[in-house]
T-cell receptor, first 113, second 111 residues
Framework: DGGITQSPKYLFRKEGQNVTLSCEQNLNHDAMYWYRQDPGQGLRLIYYSQIVNDFQKGDIAEGYSVSREKKESFPLTVTSAQKNPTAFYLC????????????FGPGTRLTVL | QQQVKQSPQSLIVQKGGISIINCAYENTAFDYFPWYQQFPGKGPALLIAIRPDVSEKKEGRFTISFNKSAKQFSLHIMDSQPGDSATYFCAARPYGQNFVFGPGTRLSVLP
């Protein structure tokens, strides 16, 4: 099956801890994205990557970090510097330039205890 | 100017009725307008999308109406079903740039 997988589905973290959310795609898509979703708000872009070994900050990158060492993987680390990390995190991918459609993974719900 | 406004915030419709969700934008550089459907605890799924060179696009029970001069676009769900109960997001994207999403509309279709 082709698609985007995110793990874990649920994640609990104590304050002050860093956690890494996994995002893997086997669609051979060039671009990958991380969004944060809070109740009653639209999706907000955290980081995105158009090609391997390159990524850019989105609208709310503070307190987050990413890497793109492989085309199929784009992990997101939520650091202790993120003041309000409890949210639903969505990974997405897009085939490449000239293609508009963006596909989403199933999401990871992070709760800080 | 990068915002997409969406209304209503929530919508309750009887089974068989028409659900209408509206979005408005300011940035005339937007050239792709998708609608996403999201069920609780799941990722959004592309439902239907339109470009500004057409005024309407229909796929099954779902129709996008696009008014370029008013900078508005809307999603119509005909013969709404309880299985359509979900959150719907409109989005817009300038060519070569990132998407901007509306805040979402929670639709409930009563049996």
């Amino acid at each position: 099956d082709g698609g985007i997988t995110q793990s874990p589905k649920y994640l609990f973290r104590k304050e002050g801890q860093n956690v890494t959310l996994s995002c893997e795609q086997n669609l051979n898509h060039d671009a990958m994205y991380w969004y944060r979703q809070d109740p009653g708000q639209g999706l907000r872009l955290i980081y995105y990557s158009q090609i391997v070994n390159d990524f850019q900050k989105g609208d709310i990158a503070e307190g987050y970090s990413v890497s793109r060492e492989k085309k199929e993987s784009f992990p997101l680390t939520v650091t202790s510097a993120q003041k309000n990390p409890t949210a639903f995190y969505l990974c997405a991918s897009r085939p490449g330039s000239g293609t508009d459609t963006q596909y989403f993974g199933p999401g990871t719900r992070l709760t800080v205890l | 100017q990068q915002q997409v406004k969406q209304s209503p915030q929530s919508l309750i419709v009887q089974k068989g009725g028409i659900s209408i969700i509206n979005c408005a934008y300011e940035n005339t550089a937007f050239d792709y307008f998708p609608w996403y459907q999201q069920f609780p605890g799941k990722g959004p799924a592309l439902l239907i999308a339109i470009r500004p060179d057409v005024s309407e696009k229909k796929e099954g029970r779902f129709t996008i109406s696009f008014n370029k001069s008013a900078k508005q676009f809307s999603l119509h769900i005909m013969d709404s079903q309880p299985g359509d109960s979900a959150t719907y997001f409109c989005a817009a994207r300038p060519y070569g740039q990132n998407f901007v999403f509306g805040p979402g509309t929670r639709l409930s279709v009563l049996p």
